[in-house]
């Protein structure tokens, strides 16, 4: 079966410090990776996507990005982070294939002080 | 631009009865559509799925419904549980090839009273 690990689940950082979040993907092979974050009260909004190794799309302009490096692992980075950067930060994978659902992570709760 | 909208924030239910949550959407490129609950701290997890060509898609106590003409899609949970008690997202995609991506509307907040 299919599983989905993200860490780490809290972080408090520093206003200007990096970051780095993590998320592999056991189970399958090329999935579809994402990256989603949950600002307070709010919905969840879609960062990033992968559908291959080295392939990122980003969906707002933001103070992030986000790297593939292997098929299955896939990072959320920044290098100065901003008091609007905190929030609740969720990786998810899904099959390349039409009319499937994605698979969530346990998300990340980052606040930024 | 808020494409999948989910107007009620919260939503109260007596034990027993059924609950009803509902969504809008403006896309009509969309063609797939699920809902997804969530427990704080969690990441959400997938409930049920309907895709466009069909009008109702049932599991246990799930039913979704979607009228494609009025752009609405709900859910009914019946009976309902305190277990129910969690944040619910819809959610749809384009059925496009390549990345399915999926938009969420803001959430509603079940409450089940015993």
Redesign the interface.
């Given at each position: 079966s299919q599983t989905i690990h993200q860490w780490p689940a809290t972080l408090v950082q520093p206003v200007g410090s990096p970051l780095s979040l993590e998320c592999t993907v056991e189970g399958t092979s090329n999935p579809n990776l994402y990256w989603y974050r949950q600002a307070a009260g709010r919905g969840l909004q879609l960062l990033f996507y992968s559908v291959g190794i080295g392939q990122i799309s980003s969906e707002v302009p933001q103070n992030l990005s986000a790297s593939r490096p292997q098929d299955r692992q896939f990072i959320l980075s920044s290098k100065k982070l901003l008091l609007s950067d905190s929030g609740f930060y969720l990786c998810a994978w899904s099959h390349g294939r039409p009319n499937t659902e994605a698979f969530f992570g346990q998300g990340t709760r980052l606040t930024v002080v | 631009d808020q494409q999948?909208k989910?107007n009620s924030p919260s939503l109260s239910v007596q034990e027993g009865r059924i609950s009803i949550l509902n969504c809008d959407y403006t896309n009509s490129m969309f063609?797939?559509f699920?809902w997804?609950k969530k427990y704080p701290?969690?990441?959400?997890?997938?409930l049920i799925?309907i895709?466009s060509i069909k009008d109702k898609n049932e599991d246990g106590r799930f039913t979704v419904f979607l009228n494609k003409s009025a752009k609405h899609l709900s859910l009914h949970i019946v009976p309902s549980q305190p277990g129910d008690s969690a944040v619910y997202?819809c959610?749809a995609?384009e059925?496009?090839?390549?990345?399915?991506?999926?938009?969420?509307?803001?959430?509603t907040r079940l409450t089940i009273n015993p």
């Open positions: - | 999948v989910q063609d797939y699920l997804y701290a969690e990441g959400p997890t997938f799925s895709s997202f959610a995609r059925g496009s090839r390549g990345a399915q991506k999926l938009v969420f509307g803001q959430g």
